[in-house]
Structure formats: C-alpha cells, structure tokens
C-alpha cells in the first residue's frame, strides 16, 4: 500500500528543468539542429527554457562552426522582444541555420551538470517580488538584454569570457522559468561580475600594450 501512495506521488510530481532539457537533447535530429526546430520544441511559451538550453553551450569551452553567433543572436534577440512586448522575430538565415547535431549534442550532455548545480539552491516561488510587476520584469528582461550582449563581445578566445555571461542568462531565465528571486538575484550577480572580468581584461590590455610600445618606440 505505501509502496502504491509513493508511487502515485512521484507520478504528480514536477518535473525538473534539467529532465525537460535533458529529454530536448536526446529528441535532438540526426541530420542537424535549427533554431526554428529548437523553436517548435520549446513552443512560444518556453522561450526562457530555449535561453537556458542555448546558454548551455557557452559554458565549456566549444569549437562549432557558427555556433556561438547563431545561439548568441537569438538569446539576444529572445531578450529585445521580451523587453519591448513583442512576438519573437528571427531573420529567416538565422532559423535555418544548420547546426551538426553530432557535435552539439555532446556539447549540451556536458554542461547538463551546470543545471543540476543550479537547481540545488533554485526554489520555485521564492521572493517572487524580484520576478513580479512591470518594475521587476523591465530590470530583469534589461539583464538579459545585458547578458546576451556581454555573451557576444569579442572576446571569444580569453577563457571565461563566455562562461560568465552565459551563467547570468541561465540564472535569469531559471529565475523567471521558476519564479525564483534568489535565482534571479544571481544572474544579475554574474552580470556584474562578468563586466569586472571585462574591465580587468581591457584595463591590462591597455597597460600591456603601452608597456610594450614605450619598450618599441622609446
């Protein structure tokens, strides 16, 4: 009898963000991924869950061609419409962009362990004064803007440079998937964070490369 009420009670219960994504990644095509099937699988109402599954591959270090303009281009531009209140509208060539399913796939298995880090300290409907009311949701979607901007700054082959951004837009968009302030709270963390890491990489840049022309031209 008990063994009967605990299976019946996992039967109801939630499932969890990583299961869904996970369950996405194996449903992956063979012949190679497009964002308008990523679209389809999500459904307009998942937008978020499609920016934490595109954030994914922006977390180790990866060598797809085209990968990281293409997903970089439509978390952007998930963002943008999510601030101005628009249906979402992806130029026809970024759809249709065909991306190797054998080597995405790997990818996005990898980085499912973000994910269940995650959602060890993510709880659904917690200080939802941070996710609610027009306030709240134009900062927020103001972050993601942010997010997927810093995520495409050219600034590619320095390590970390992608990861950071990429763990705000996965933050922010578990935090409003779940209602969660705390998650949210993180993502803007990251964010600041990651525009550290920016200044330090340009401030030692700047100083590198006036060292070195003072050594050259005296």
């Known amino acids: 009898m008990n063994h009967s009420r605990k299976s019946t009670h996992n039967h109801?219960?939630?499932?969890?963000?990583?299961?869904?994504?996970?369950?996405?990644?194996?449903?992956?095509?063979?012949?190679?991924?497009?964002?308008?099937?990523?679209?389809?699988?999500?459904?307009?109402?998942?937008?978020?869950?499609?920016?934490?599954?595109?954030?994914?591959?922006?977390?180790?270090?990866?060598?797809?061609?085209?990968?990281?303009?293409?997903?970089?281009?439509?978390?952007?531009?998930?963002?943008?419409?999510?601030?101005?209140?628009?249906?979402?509208?992806?130029?026809?060539?970024?759809?249709?962009?065909?991306?190797?399913?054998?080597?995405?796939?790997?990818?996005?298995?990898?980085?499912?362990?973000?994910?269940?880090?995650?959602?060890?300290?993510?709880?659904?409907?917690?200080?939802?004064?941070?996710?609610?009311?027009p306030v709240a949701a134009m900062i927020n979607n103001a972050a993601l803007v942010l997010g997927a901007v810093l995520l495409m700054a050219p600034f590619g082959l320095i390590p970390f440079s992608n990861t950071f951004p990429a763990v705000a837009l996965m933050c922010l968009a578990v935090g409003l998937v779940q209602r969660d302030g705390v998650c949210v709270m993180l993502g803007h963390a990251a964010n600041l964070a990651t525009i550290l890491y920016f200044g330090l990489l340009l401030t030692g840049g700047g100083l590198a490369l006036r060292e070195a022309f003072q050594r050259i031209f005296g």
């Open 12 to 133: 109801h219960a939630p499932e969890l963000l990583s299961e869904t994504l996970t369950a996405m990644i194996q449903a992956l095509p063979p012949a190679g991924v497009t964002l308008n099937h990523l679209l389809v699988m999500t459904g307009r109402d998942g937008l978020m869950i499609l920016t934490v599954l595109l954030s994914l591959v922006f977390l180790i270090p990866v060598s797809i061609p085209g990968v990281s303009t293409v997903f970089g281009a439509a978390i952007l531009l998930i963002a943008l419409c999510r601030m101005t209140g628009r249906e979402l509208w992806l130029p026809k060539r970024l759809r249709d962009r065909v991306v190797s399913t054998e080597k995405l796939r790997p990818v996005l298995e990898r980085s499912l362990r973000w994910m269940a880090h995650l959602e060890k300290v993510s709880e659904p409907h917690r200080m939802t004064w941070l996710v609610a009311g």
